[in-house]
């Protein structure tokens, strides 16, 4: 009996001292156990290849970029993009393919909430401060000699983005002065304050009159709930340059998860790189009379201070 309790002890300590030195070989997958990078679909169709990562220095959000930064720097910059999410989520595992997509052509995003892992539905609600925290990091790395960024980021170039919710939170930070442009997706001021879901920013019509850059609204036709909302928000804005693109039929929930995201994906990177990297063939899409997208059928737009 001595001796058995003997071994037992000895066992006890051999596991103590296990879990000491290896915690997770004890208590099973831990957090370090998960991928702090992957790639999305093929890592899209732009001239690079575009990496999903988690950068340590910013575990809140999940970054979007190519996956050579090499190729960037005083010559080739990397624009920077913030994304806030649909529903107010705290995790873009909804718009993952369209992020992915996006970077592929050459910028920094940066997604509200953690990197969700394969098949992984996020949870928690977001804020819109969190967009400002994406920048502010963003501009932090720029200057950060030990960073990998360093001397790679336009930092005069910064979009604010997002979808329905995250639409919402587009809006109360794009007054930020450093906000080069804003793109709202499947979203729009409610006409009613503080009559949408809870955590969304209860803005109210004139908050409109704050917008100072560009602004790009992408609507799912009159079977987005946030149709009518985005459509009076576009009839209201007169101050800077706005357009809106309505794809017929798609509805509030986008293209987003279809390949490469889709046709939201498309209209969404030509606006960047018009804006973002000066790409007037791009922006070909939205200039001129007719614009590009108006000759596509799965469109209907309109445009206010737009050549």
């Not at 910013?58 to 979007?64: A, M």
Request: one cysteine or more; hydrophobic letters at 35%.
């Amino acid at each position: 009996m001595v001796m058995k309790k003997m071994y037992a002890f000895l066992g006890f300590l051999i596991f103590a001292a296990l879990v000491i030195l290896n915690p997770l070989s004890a208590q099973g997958t831990g957090s370090s156990d998960k991928p702090t990078s992957r790639t999305v679909e093929d890592s899209g169709t732009g001239p690079y290849s575009a990496l999903m990562l988690t950068e340590s220095s910013l575990p809140t959000h999940t970054v979007f970029r190519p996956k050579d930064l090499s190729v960037f720097g005083e010559k080739n910059k990397l624009p920077i993009i913030a994304w806030g999410n649909g529903a107010c989520a705290n995790s873009p595992w909804e718009h993952v393919n369209f992020l992915s997509e996006v970077a592929s052509y050459g910028f920094l995003v940066i997604a509200i909430g953690p990197m969700p892992q394969e098949g992984q539905r996020g949870g928690g609600r977001s804020t819109s401060s969190q967009l400002t925290d994406a920048i502010n990091w963003a501009i932090a790395q720029n200057s950060d000699k030990t960073s990998p960024y360093y001397g790679k980021i336009d930092i005069s170039k910064i979009a604010v983005s997002g979808m329905s919710c995250g639409g919402l939170q587009t809006l109360e930070i794009a007054p930020d002065p450093r906000i080069t442009t804003a793109v709202i997706c499947n979203s729009g001021i409610l006409g009613n304050p503080g009559t949408g879901m809870a955590g969304m920013p209860d803005l109210k019509k004139d908050y409109l009159l704050k917008l100072h850059s560009p602004t790009l609204y992408i609507l799912g036709g009159e079977t987005d709930i946030a149709y009518a909302n985005g459509m009076d928000d576009f009839r209201r804005i007169n101050h800077v340059p706005v357009f809106v693109a309505n794809m017929n039929g798609i509805g509030h929930g986008g293209t987003y998860s279809k390949p490469h995201g889709g046709e939201f994906a498309k209209v969404a990177t030509a606006w960047y790189k018009w804006q973002l990297k000066g790409d007037n063939e791009a922006g070909k899409m939205f200039t001129g009379d007719p614009c590009g997208l108006s000759q596509n059928p799965n469109w209907k737009v309109e445009k206010k201070n737009i050549l």
